[in-house]
């Protein structure tokens, strides 16, 4: 797995970790959201630089100009509900592509014990096309693995990218031997560790309800 880790170089990237990271600044739910949403254009640039295109002749009012146009076919797919401002960037550079949502959430068994818990997908078919599978906090890399098995009831995907905020290092250790070995992984900063309750440290807290407020 070849992995992508955009805190390795400077860019405006790093400004809004910061932001998202900051203990008062999260607070702002509105500002939280946007910041992961920008996050995800300018990540879709980045995979987009590494997508198949074709030759396109364009007939403009003076004459006509030739360029080149995404061919590759795209399923951009994220985990229900923390995934969706991530998913949001994404779409909004590929606004072509098709789309799926997983829902997936931690079902506790006690306090530091819980299992994945896969309730909903809608997706389309997926057979030879390149897979985005969008997911803000990469921690155990448990929930990645059980989207992309439920995913692939859909069928088998050409290629696959999977695109995170910020990923542990032992997630990426794990997802490692989940994946193809031709998947890519962008990721906007790696994190060291996951604490007892597998959050990751010192990571952002819960991205989900950082985005939307505290659930019940």
């Known amino acids: 797995m070849k992995v992508i880790n955009f805190s390795e170089t400077r860019s405006i990237i790093n400004q809004y970790m910061m932001?998202?990271?900051d203990e008062n600044i999260?607070?702002?739910m509105l500002r939280f959201r946007h910041n992961i949403t920008r996050m995800g254009e300018l990540m879709a640039y980045e995979v987009s630089k590494t997508l198949e295109y074709q030759k396109t002749t364009t007939k403009t009012c003076l004459g006509e100009a030739a360029t080149e146009t995404?061919?590759?076919?795209?399923v951009l797919s994220t985990i229900l509900r923390a995934g969706l401002p991530l998913h949001q960037g994404m779409n909004n550079v590929f606004d072509h592509a098709e789309n799926a949502f997983v829902?997936?959430?931690?079902?506790?068994?006690d306090e530091e014990k819980f299992i994945i818990h896969i309730e909903y997908i809608a997706c389309p078919r997926i057979d030879g096309k390149t897979l985005v599978i969008c997911d803000p906090m990469l921690a155990t890399g448990s929930s990645m693995e059980?989207?992309?098995e439920a995913l692939c009831t859909k069928g088998k995907p050409g290629k696959i990218h999977l695109v995170s905020v910020i990923a542990s290092k032992?997630?990426?250790?794990?997802?490692?031997d989940k994946f193809p070995e031709d998947t890519t992984l962008w990721v906007a900063a790696v994190d060291d560790e996951i604490?007892?309750?597998k959050y990751i440290v010192p990571g952002l807290g819960d991205a989900?309800?950082?985005?939307?407020?505290e659930k019940e």
């Open 103 to 109: 829902s997936a959430y931690r079902k506790y068994i």
């Open 170 to 176: 032992p997630a990426i250790e794990f997802i490692k």
């Open 146 to 148: 059980l989207a992309y």
């Open 208 to 213: 989900g309800d950082l985005c939307y407020g």
């Open 70 to 74: 995404l061919s590759e076919p795209l």
């Open 26 to 28: 999260q607070k702002d």
């Open 19 to 21: 932001e998202l990271r």
């Open 195 to 197: 604490n007892s309750h």
